[in-house]
């Protein structure tokens, strides 16, 4: 069994899958395989940029699934990853890549952290235009990360960090399950969050993870599916906020209901995965998501108590008698 | 060339003197690294070793943390010095450092420097040679380590007979030789008039200046200086050049300085060791066709390889092949358009009939004069005329190309590397395209390159390719400081022929000689490439005399060499470097390009507007820092390399993250 199952989607990028590629083969950590699911392409075009980087000197290896008809990024990594075998894996994008070093820390962070379900590294932001087969960076920023974004509270109000900078132990799948094949975007944050409630996600604050957008000068096929698709992506966080509205509260919460109130939050004082980036104090923003709920429970109580006066009083005496109890 | 007087000699130049005065830090003793702050490099390999990831990044908190504590001790008394403890305080704040830890570093900054002290040989024979006349010596320093401390410095290094009481440091006597109050204060504890101490140290003016306004007479030696590097630049990576230059720096102490063997035997042999020790690990771990080192860029690793061979390394025979850009191009031009016949002539170039005729490879057809100027417009006019005729050259070009190729068996089946500097790889992209081509895709080539940049992307559809020190996965900033010093590791890393343009019938290659090139590898180049080659097998084999071996040659302390030269020059290398021309042109004709560009006639009359048109140029067609360093270096055009910076803050000399 390998260590890591690497598994990268692609559709009819080229260039830009021959560039994630290399990324994943210049790993100083070697132990991994390369799951590359063609997801509905051209299979020649896949085959001759694979057989171009089956050439360079070889460490780890490389699968290619040709699936006949285009599916959602989900079912193509839920195909990827069934077909695969590992102790962690990571969901690589065709345009993103790595420094040599990201597995090597990554792998070394979940190992120090047995009980973490997942580590995630800095990332950079690069912003490229590609044009006419040609790609060339603009610019780059720091993508805002910290470790108040990658708890359940940080994440619950919108997606924190792009697949390229996380590793999962595959062991999360059969607690968590995979990923929802029914999403067209957005799968990684459903995944994120419900793997998160499932054990702690490990921050590595060094920048390992390169995150590719194109500018709006680029060829649209080369388009990033978050700045093509910004419509699909606030339509498909409402489908998941009223999914979750309809699940039962745990622990008097409902997950809908926080992620609305958090993303509400949010919006107001931070900019999206897919906007310009400012930095942002993320963990006062969990915490003040948090003083909201719980003055929002106050608030409903006792306005239960006002219209229920019996509750208010059977409310006080268990109260008291929990306090007695302790 | 200076040449240094003896200890002997300037003891004797000054019969009067009693007390001999010397410096402590780089005139009595010196470490094992290129310079000061490079004891915090190993400082931070070790603690990563040790402690793990979070001391990444030491180095530099280190430097900062020094002259944050300079600063705030300079606001309250400006003539103290600052003191060790001072520093270890800055550092805990810096770095959020808990006592212990603070400690720790502090403990390990002391035990660091003592495993890297030695005796600078000018330093101990001018004591040896003072104490055996009956002179008194003495050190005074400025520094921020106690008395006790550099005693222990001085006999790990040798000087055994001296004691606590022998040294005069600034942070414990409120006063520096900087600002002169030091001097007084050695004066008296040593009830000697000023007239009987001689002061030998390398600062002008601590050691020099201001001592000799006081009566003071002084000897100033720098050699031990001429190491030193832009301070900021600490990192562990950059430890193996630090330590050969060190080693050159502590050999050259008694002759001169030689840049042009420095330079060979510092970047460009850890350039050639590391082009030599990747096809190495390619033959290694694949079976392997042919290894071909390309001319001219892998002329010094193929000698290596050779030398190595016959030296009984297990090592595959290796050709030398010759292919260029521009033969590569035409060999495989199948048709001629107005987008692409800019290929043969520059927007900016300036020909007759008859270059042009050398460049296409064929008579042209044309009722000019053939040795009259004509523009590039005219000169792309008569080209595209001429196109059955061009077309038809560069099919008998490749024929010719083909059957070299042939001879050097890069057609035969299998998988090939070729071993080159790099940087976008489209002209081994296109080489490989070709072969593969030609063998029915039986012979496949990959380039072993020492970098990439960003534009090589679209080359990794058509070959498979991998950059040792640099690819385009590195930082945006770091891509273009690559592209700022491609020129510097053309001209420094080449062989004693010019350029392939053409091959016989026999296959045999046609260099192209051109009087600039020729003229720089007589000057610099050759002395350059035989240090290169020295250097790069003492490397490999184990014995070079700084300690460095084929394990410190890895992806990072190569970027780190190339940067530290490439991105934070001396004034030395700049100097030696400015006599180099850059021939580019198609033909490999023509003066070229100087490596470091000349400054503007008139920097007065340069406005804002030209700025980015000059960085532009900078870092396509010259050594870019080089070459702004140049400007930075003369009053009227500083303004010039001021402004570029503030525009582009990468221009900076730092390149340390």
Partial sequence: ?326 | MTVQLSAEQVLDEHPQASVLSIDFFDTLITRSVAQPTHVFAVMERDLIAARGDFWRGFAVARVEAEQRARHNAASKNEYRDVTFDEIGLQLAIGLALNLPDRDMVMALERETELMLVEAVPFGAAITQVARSRGMKVVIVSDNYMPAAHLTQMAHRAGYSWMTETDIFVSCEHGGMKHNGILWPVVLSALNVPAGSVLHVGDDARADGEVPTSLGIATYVRDTMRTSHRDMINTTPTVLPLSRIEAQYRNAMDDTHWDVAEVVGGGLVAMIVAAQVIDAHFVVGHRSVAGVHFAARDGYLAHQVWNTLRSRGWELPEATYTAFSRSVVWRACLSELTRDNVGRFVGDDEVLTVSRLERRVGCALDSQLDRDAPIDASTARDIVLENTELVLSACKSLRARLLKYLQSHEVLMAGHHIVVDLGWTGSTIADLADMVASESGDLAVLEGRLTGLYWDATPQRMRIAMHGFAMDEFGSTDDNVRLLGVIKLLEALVTAPHGSVVDYEEDGTPVFVETAPELRAYEAVMHQVGDAAVRGALAILDGTHPSGITAADITNESVWAAIMQMGHSPRADEIELLSQVNHVTSIDHEGDGRPLIAMAPDDPSKVTLEDLPGIYDTLMHRHWMQGSLRALASNADSRWIADEVNKLHTMTSLRWVK
């Fill in chain 1, 1 to 326: 069994m390998t260590k890591i199952t690497v598994v990268m989607r692609t559709y009819e990028r080229p260039v830009l899958l021959a560039r994630a590629v290399a990324s994943v083969q210049l790993q100083k950590f070697t132990d991994w395989e390369l799951v590359i699911v063609n997801n509905g392409g051209e299979p020649a075009g896949v085959d001759a940029v694979m057989r171009t980087a089956m050439n360079a000197t070889p460490s780890g290896s490389i699968r290619i699934i040709h699936l006949s008809e285009r599916v959602g990024m989900e079912e193509a990594s839920n195909r990827g990853l069934a077909d695969s075998d590992s102790e962690f894996f990571v969901i690589h994008d065709d345009d993103d890549s790595w420094d040599a070093r990201f597995l090597e820390v990554a792998v070394t962070a979940l190992r120090s952290s047995p009980n973490a379900v997942a580590v995630v590294t800095g990332v950079t932001r690069i912003y490229e235009t590609f044009r006419g087969g040609t790609v060339w960076p603009v610019s780059h920023e720091n993508f805002p990360l910290s470790r108040g974004r990658l708890t359940y509270r940080g994440m619950i109000g919108g997606n924190t960090f792009p697949p390229i900078a996380a590793v999962f132990r595959r062991s999360l799948i059969t607690t968590v399950g995979s990923f929802d094949a029914s999403l067209p975007v957005l799968g990684d944050w459903e995944f994120n969050l419900r793997a998160v409630s499932a054990g702690e996600f490990v921050f590595v604050p060094e920048r390992l993870a390169r995150y590719h957008t194109r500018t709006a000068e680029s060829d649209s096929a080369s388009g990033n599916s978050i700045t093509i698709g910004e419509d699909l992506h606030r339509d498909v966080k409402l489908q998941l906020q009223d999914r979750w509205l309809k699940e039962a509260a745990v622990n008097g919460v409902n997950k809908g209901e926080l992620s609305i109130t958090a993303a509400s939050e949010v919006l107001t004082r931070e900019p999206q995965i897919n906007t310009p980036m400012v930095h942002v104090d993320i963990e006062h923003i969990a915490n003040r998501t948090a003083e909201i709920i719980k003055l929002q429970r106050l608030s409903r109580r006792i306005a239960r108590s006002v219209r229920h006066p019996g509750h208010g009083i059977r409310a006080v005496v268990g109260a008291v008698r929990r306090t007695i109890g302790k």
